[in-house]
Every structure is written in C-alpha cells, then in structure tokens.
C-alpha cells in the first residue's frame, strides 16, 4: 500500500460500489457519497464512512475516486459549488474513472492542476463482474510519479493496469475499447440472427464458434445471455451508445473516418428510443431482430 490511507469514493451505482468494496478489503478507509442513497447505505453498512457531499468527501481523504456516468457529472463534483476542488488540500489526487472522453478529462485535470491538484484519469473496461472480482482493465493518463503513487489502490480494483501517455490517454484508449467491444456485439448479433433465420440451434453455432478464432469476450459472455434473453445490466445501452458518441466526436475533430462505429452508435439509439437505454449493452439484438422480423433464443 502506498502513502495513501484514507480515500474518497464518488459514484456508487452498478460498477462503483464493488470496487469500492474492493479498496476497504484492501484495508483502505473509505468515506464516499452518491447522489442517491441505495449505494451510500451499502456501503456505510460495511464500514464506510458517509461525507455530506464532495467537498467533505475531498477534506476526510488522500485521494478520491470518482466514477460517474458524463462528462458533465465529473466537473460538477469535482469543480462546481461544494466540489472536490474546495476540499483538496496539499498532495491530494483526484483519480477519475468515469468515461468521459479526452478533451473533458483534460480540461478538469487542467483546472485542478491550477489549485495544485494532482489528477489521473483511468476509466475501467470488465463491467460489473470485473468490478466484483478486482479484476478490471485500468487504462490511466497522467503524470507517472502520480500514477505510480496511487497503483496500490489500482491493483486492489483491478488486475491489468497501464499507464496509456499523458493526461487524456486513459480516455483515449477507453474509446478504442468501446469501438472494439460494440462492434464484437454487433458481429455476435449478426450470427445469431442469421443462424435463427437458417434453422441452426445458435447454442450449437455459439459452442462451435466459441472454441475457434471467432471466439471474444461476446462471444463467451454476452451472446448465451442473448439467447436467454437475459437483458440485465452489467453495462447499459444508454452508456455504451454515449460513450461510442464521445468516440465519434473525437474521431470527427481528427478527421478520422469510423464507419462501423457510427453504423452501431445508430443500432445502440434505436434500443434506446424503444425505452431499453437501462438493459444492458446485450439488448443491442433486439435491434437486429426487428429488423429482420426473428427473435433469438427464449
């Protein structure tokens, strides 16, 4: 364990609260907050400790983790009216989890760096069983010294941890991760459907597939829950369909051309204009069936 004791937890919801579960396991103490209580309530059960908003969370801790759902929420928590920013104090880091694109995460860690705050950004990719089992992928941007300093509580939330570059690299390679994962989703749901429509048991198609080169963590995971029809949330549709927007956007300023990406950014929006932006990221064939008039599994 490094220097840091005490840490501040902002964001209880499906991936928060585990992995904070994660940092008093390994003997952290803990004080956090949430906007909502189910969370908050979890974990001051468990031995947390309850701060009235994030600048008492900031003044209780050594670092804080954040881990919110927009861009919007972390500057409100870290630098809006009772933030994080007036409760830091010397050698204080912000560690932001949250996925919010490069541009945001540099624009908070610039500010914070003029009141003399240190900030690491370090959006996570495993979803909610990641989160339970301490095995996350952490992709980090920021100073090394300051990442170094805090990889102690990354190794209790997360198995393979990689400084990425400088402040905003974190979000950089997130959004390569959520271009990758929902493009396998899209191919998973392709086959799927296509097995159905051809009369093949797609169980059968997923075993075979599943042991070949075509094999993913979809493929694996998401897929046997599609045939199920198993829509719960381990990542949600409106999540994934936001942060496949930050990609696109970033893409655009770059003139980088991403053509699947916004194909299945369009797929993910009609789920959610059918009001299913809270199932999970698994949801995205029920698209795919409606256009082809066939449902899988069930």
């Not at 075509?214 to 549709?237: H, N």
């Amino acid at each position: 364990m490094s220097d840091i004791k005490r840490v501040g937890f902002i964001g209880l919801g499906i991936m928060g609260v585990p992995m904070a579960r994660n940092l008093m396991k390994a003997g952290y103490e803990l004080v956090v907050w949430n906007r909502s209580r189910p969370g908050i309530d979890t974990l001051v059960g468990e031995g947390a400790a309850e701060a009235s908003g994030p600048r008492e969370v900031a003044e209780h801790s050594e670092a804080v983790v954040t881990i919110v759902s927009y861009a919007e929420d972390v500057e409100q928590v870290a630098l809006g009216p009772g933030g994080i920013i007036e409760g830091a104090h010397e050698g204080f880091v912000v560690v932001d989890m949250s996925t919010i694109g490069p541009e945001p995460a540099r624009r908070v860690g610039a500010r914070l760096a003029e009141a003399g705050i240190a900030m690491i950004d370090a959006p996570v990719s495993g979803g909610e069983r990641g989160a339970i089992d301490g095995t996350l992928s952490i992709m980090a941007g920021g100073d090394e010294a300051v990442f170094e300093r805090v990889r102690p509580l990354f190794e209790a939330m997360g198995k393979k941890i990689v400084l990425c570059g400088p402040a905003g690299s974190g979000q950089v390679v997130k959004m390569c991760n959520q271009v990758t994962i929902a493009l396998n989703t899209l191919a998973a749901c392709e086959a799927l459907v296509l097995c159905t429509k051809l009369g093949v048991d797609p169980q059968r198609m997923l075993e075979a597939v599943g042991a070949g080169g075509a094999s993913s963590w979809v493929v694996q995971f998401l897929a046997p829950r599609m045939l199920q029809r198993d829509f719960r949330a381990g990542f949600k549709v409106e999540h994934q369909s936001k942060d496949l927007r930050y990609a696109l956007d970033a893409a655009h300023s770059q003139h980088a051309s991403l053509p699947g990406t916004a194909l299945v950014r369009e797929l993910f929006a009609s789920v959610e204009g059918d009001g299913l932006g809270g199932e999970g990221t698994q949801a995205l064939v029920k698209a795919l069936e409606k256009l082809s008039n066939v449902t899988v599994g069930g």
